[in-house]
Every structure is written in structure tokens, then in C-alpha cells.
């Protein structure tokens, strides 16, 4: 255990656009021509996702604006890089960590294109040294962010003595087809939020400094013990885009909480046992928020009780499910105001398209 990366801080960030979900309805209603019928299945959509506030990129006047894929492109690449930005800033200082020390950045997003990539549109004003590696990952969905996590310390496993920053970033709502009246696109339109987040990690020798006893200046800094990736094969219609000239159209299909409820468990119980360890010895939970009857789903299927996706279920009420960035949400407010005790095991889950499933083992 001793020569493992740690995390030394994590830090989220939300545009500063925050509306209640009733607000959010009635503009979607507007923007994309629904009425009668479908007009209430939107509004019964709206109203069980379990969602109160969601933050946007932009203004929710603007939204109007956006014709095509370009202006929206245009948009998600200003704005993106302007939260990564803040995000990067924020989690080095928080991890006593210089910016020329970071070794490697990855950038994980799905909902924009940019290229150059965003890491590389930042790191110059962030004091980032020219000889960074980067890596940006683009179409991992809900799932990169715990994948992030997973990959950065495969890599920091060989670096003892490096830095190294995970990045995600996400802007669903510069996504929403206009045009579009499917099912898929009303309960997008409900569920999805925007925001980032960043993650500085160390690898072992140089965790050893910045956080002492597993301790970081902005708290708890746990372990990465291990990841695993599990691909589901014959799914690739449960989630994802369709992508064409208006741009970015959601993939989602009903059968996610089936396939939670049929292939989870066994998953999970792999992972845990080949670390001599239980379901019940996970004393706390890190789970993607990928909507209430996912989530409904994942508690049934792991029988979690006694509130111990409690933090996961208030991040959908707060912010909604902001894909690849949600899961680090929630990893920041667990460490932040659970604070795990000493020595304890954590369980990282994310779904996301694939159809597939992440998992990352922290201990405290």
C-alpha cells in the first residue's frame, strides 16, 4: 500500500448560471416547440428526475442564439476553457502544488470538440512547463471521470515522484437539439447539467510530502489501490451521441437500470474480492449520479442502506448529472464533509456509454 499514488486534491467548479428546474422547463419547452401532450410528458419528465437546480454555461437567454453546431462548438470551447482554467488553478494551490511540477494533464470532455485540445489552450497562462505530456480523451462519457482517475495512477505507479492532473469538463446543455421531441432528448434536457472539475495527483514518493499520514492541505488525499474497467458487449445503443450536422444527439435507452441490475453486482464483487474485500467493508461510496432509477438500481443491486449513497443522491438534487465531471463532484464533497476515517475502503462507480462500467478502490 505504501507505494501507491494518492489523491492531493480535487476541486469542483460550476458556471456561475444557476436556475431551478421549473425555470429550466419552461425555457426548454420554449426552445424546442413542445406542446400538448408531449408538452406534459416533458414537464412529468422534469418533475421525477430528482433534480432542483442545475447551472449552465450560459445565460439561459442565450440559449436562444444557438442555430447550429458552430455557434454551439464556438461556446463550449470559450466557456470550457475558461472552467477548466479556474478548476486547474484552484486544485494546484489547494495541493500546495507549483505548475511547473505537473508532469502530465489529462482532459476528459464529451459534449464539444476543440483542437487544439483544452489542456493545451490553458497550460501556458497556468504557469504548465512546455514539455507537459497531455492527453486528451474525448467519448467516455459518464464514465471518464472515474476512468481518469483510474489511468493517471497507472501512470503515477511508474512516476513515484510526479504530479500528475486529471481535467474534465462538460457542457451538456450546448447540446440540446432544438428540433428534437424524443423521449431521449426530453429526459436529457431534464437530467443534465454543466460544470468541471480537476484532480492532482501524486505519485507515491512525492504524495509522501504533500500530504503526510494521508493528509492534504484541503483534507483527506486517499490512495488509488486499483481500477478495473468492465465493457459490456452488444450495447452500444444503451447510451451515447448520434453525431451530425445539428450536432450532438443523445443516445439513451431505457434498458441502463436492467443492465445495472443484471451485471453490476457480479462486477463489483469480482473487483472487491480480488483485494480480499466485501461489499460490506466499503465504508464509503463514490457514485456517479446518472439519474434516480440508475440509482435506484445501483442501491438495490449492492443492497446499499442507511443513506450510503446520501451524497450522490444531493449532488443530482443540487447540480444535477453533469456526465464525466459528476462522479469527481462527489468524490470532493465525500472527502470534504464525510471525511472517511483513517484506513477505510472507498468505492468509485461510474456507467457511462459502451454501455460500460468503471471502477476505481480508494482507501483513506
Partial sequence: MINLPRIVSTEPVLPQHRYPQQQLTDAFADFVGVQGLKQGLLRKVHGNAGVQYRHLALPIEKYADLHDFDTANDAFINEATALTDTALRRALEHATVEPGEVELIMTATT???????LEARIAPAAGIRSDVKRLPVVGLGCVAGAAGVARVADYLLGHPDAVAVLLSVELCSLTLQRADTSTANLIAS???GDGAAAVVMAGARRAAELAPGGLAPSGPAPRV??????????????????????????????EIPDLVRSELRADVDGFLGDHGLSVPEIDFWVCHPGGPKVLQAVEETLDLRDGQLDVTWESLTEIGNISSASVLHVLAD???????RPGSYGLMLALGPGFSLEMVLLQV
Avoid: C, K, N
Fill in 111 to 117: 459534449t464539444g470538440l476543440a483542437v487544439p485540445s
Fill in 190 to 192: 431534464g437530467l443534465f
Fill in 225 to 254: 489501490v486499483a481500477g478495473r474497467s468492465h465493457l459490456y458487449p452488444h450495447t452500444e445503443r444503451a447510451m451515447g451521441w448520434d453525431v451530425g450536422a445539428s450536432g450532438l444527439r443523445i443516445v439513451l435507452g431505457a
Fill in 334 to 340: 465525500t472527502l470534504r464533509h464525510r471525511t472517511p
